[in-house]
């Protein structure tokens, strides 16, 4: 058997389809490269209070979370990297300067905007898309008010508010800004994170935990916020659904999520 392999996959739009479902065909290999003897992570902007229990069951060792703020590792919390009350103060001023319906997503807590949850769950269409799930999850987690510290914000402005590069101007320097990974038409979603902070990181930093190199890592990912994740690792696929920029960061391009891309992507890396 050849030496185990890290695996790094992003959630949604690379396991996790629109609907929240995932492919029978990703189920399957994961299970395959889990027998095989490979680590497998999810590598995400999600926030734990975001991951459901059912993407435990898929043979999951650890967890990239945060875009790369939080590692877990075997149960073990390896990188909690945090923003600072004073900066999601002065943050929050910004985004409520342009109408933001923004969300603060920490491993322990979720403290949104008041209206954030029914504008999500509008954009998101619920009961047709699944989302309900994601909402269900989140219950108990919601806080009111500001965090004293947290990962990362989710921000949805209205089209027309606002563009990535004016609040690029107005955001603290040791802060990056992001287009979110999720895509909602007539709307800009913008992910804001820690300058140091990426899952090109996390990876590193899974990678060191074990003693592993850095070379035999696999990066499966559509979004911009896994650019660093499929340059960083030592095979970094694009899903068929990225956008131009993301596929020519990879080292192979799969298929789209429901033309069985991400099975496709892990017989790519030769993982099943």
Not at 23 to 28: K, M, R, T, Y
Not at 38 to 59: A, K, Q
Not at 206 to 218: D, E, F, K, M, S
Request: include cysteine; glycine fraction near 10%; charged fraction near 25%.
């Amino acid at each position: 058997m050849p030496d185990p392999m890290l695996v790094f996959t992003d959630l949604d739009g690379t396991l996790i389809d629109h609907s929240q479902r995932i492919p029978d065909s990703a189920v399957e290999a994961l299970a395959a490269a889990h027998d095989a003897g490979h680590r497998l992570f999810m590598c995400t902007g999600r926030s734990l209070p975001e991951i459901y229990p059912r993407l435990w069951d898929l043979g999951f060792d650890g967890i990239v979370a945060g875009a790369g703020g939080y590692v877990r590792v075997d149960g073990e919390v390896i990188h909690d990297r945090r923003i600072d009350a004073t900066t999601i103060r002065r943050l929050t001023r910004i985004w409520d300067r342009f109408d933001g319906r923004w969300i603060w997503q920490g491993p322990d807590a979720m403290h949104p905007h008041p209206d954030f949850m029914n504008s999500f769950m509008r954009l998101m269409d619920a009961e047709l898309s699944g989302w309900e799930e994601y909402a269900k999850a989140l219950a108990p987690f919601l806080e009111e008010g500001l965090p004293s510290s947290t990962t990362k914000c989710t921000v949805y402005f209205e089209h027309g508010r606002t563009s990535v590069n004016e609040l690029l101007d107005l955001i603290p320097a040791d802060m990056r800004l992001i287009p979110g990974s999720i895509e909602s038409e007539g709307t800009l979603v913008v992910e804001s994170y820690p300058a140091d902070v990426s899952k090109g990181r996390g990876i590193e930093l899974v990678a060191q935990h074990y003693g592993i190199p850095l070379a035999r890592t696999v990066a499966i990912g559509d979004s911009t916020n896994d650019l660093e994740a499929l340059t960083t690792a030592g095979v970094g696929i694009a899903m068929g659904g990225a956008c131009a920029r993301v596929k020519a960061a990879a080292d192979h391009v799969t298929a789209p999520i429901h033309e069985d891309g991400f099975a496709r992507a892990l017989r790519i890396a030769a993982l099943i």
